[in-house]
């Protein structure tokens, strides 16, 4: 079993396949939607940027083409050492194990926070909002990429896999606490009919997994998923 954080709330998806999570990772977002709406906010040219659930490292050197220096924070240590292998020859990058409510962080010590799909859920990040506030500079910006699930085909699977979901309960959360709401659409882009269907099975449950793929199956353009997503930018 790998050392797990205290207080980490389990990712099943990257925890207990990476590789498969590593093929999602390719195909999300293949035209830079998202790093186009973050950059038009807050560019992280120069800054020093904190990717929070940063798993195996996938983002990290794409902050570290422009950032002054990058930290990864990971729970899983598993996942921390492989993401720390990923950027050992770029010196301006350093990951450390941790969780979101407890930041291994000086405070006042980044610029930008990126987050990806790690608080969908909303209530209950309140600790991990707070450490946020601590450790961001003034003029700095947190990032956090969500699932718009009104929309979109990944958006109806999502609510088919999560009937109780309330978008607009999470949306309220989000809005309260003085964050503002980009809407994006952005798609996953897929190399083979295997690759996809190994994420649908990670992401979904097994009958859902089962029913997305034969919809695929059916659409004109089967490796291809539109996907929205929101968003969400505070800067304290």
């Excluded at 301006?92 to 990806?116: E, F, K, W």
């Excluded at 997305?212 to 059916?218: G, M, P, V, W």
């Excluded at 929205?228 to 800067?235: D, F, I, P, S, T």
Aim: charged letters at 25%.
């Amino acid at each position: 079993m790998a050392e797990i954080a205290r207080g980490a709330v389990p990712s099943p998806n990257i925890w207990n396949s990476p590789q498969i999570y590593e093929l999602e990772n390719r195909a999300v977002d293949p035209d830079g939607v998202l790093a186009e709406a973050m950059r038009a906010i807050r560019p992280w040219k120069g800054a020093d940027v904190l990717d929070l659930g940063c798993g195996t490292g996938f983002h990290l050197p794409f902050f570290a083409e422009d950032a002054n220096r990058v930290i990864g924070v990971e729970p899983h240590a598993g996942l921390a050492s492989a993401a720390a292998r990923r950027t050992r020859d770029l010196p301006g990058v350093t990951v450390r194990v941790g969780t979101a409510q407890a930041l291994p962080l000086p405070d006042a010590s980044v610029d930008v926070v990126h987050v990806r799909w790690a608080y969908f859920f909303g209530p209950g990040c309140e600790p991990g909002l707070a450490e946020l506030d601590r450790v961001v500079r003034r003029g700095g910006a947190i990032f956090i990429i969500d699932n718009d699930a009104t929309r979109s085909t990944f958006g109806r699977w999502f609510r088919r896999s999560l009937p109780k979901y309330d978008p607009d309960a999470v949306e309220r959360f989000w809005t309260r606490r003085g964050f503002a709401r980009e809407p994006l659409m952005i798609r996953w882009s897929f190399q083979s009919r295997d690759d996809l269907a190994a994420v649908l099975r990670i992401e979904f449950p097994p009958d859902v997994a089962d029913a997305c793929l034969r919809e695929q199956d059916a659409r004109e353009a089967p490796l291809e998923v539109d996907y929205a997503v929101n968003l969400w930018w505070r800067c304290p």
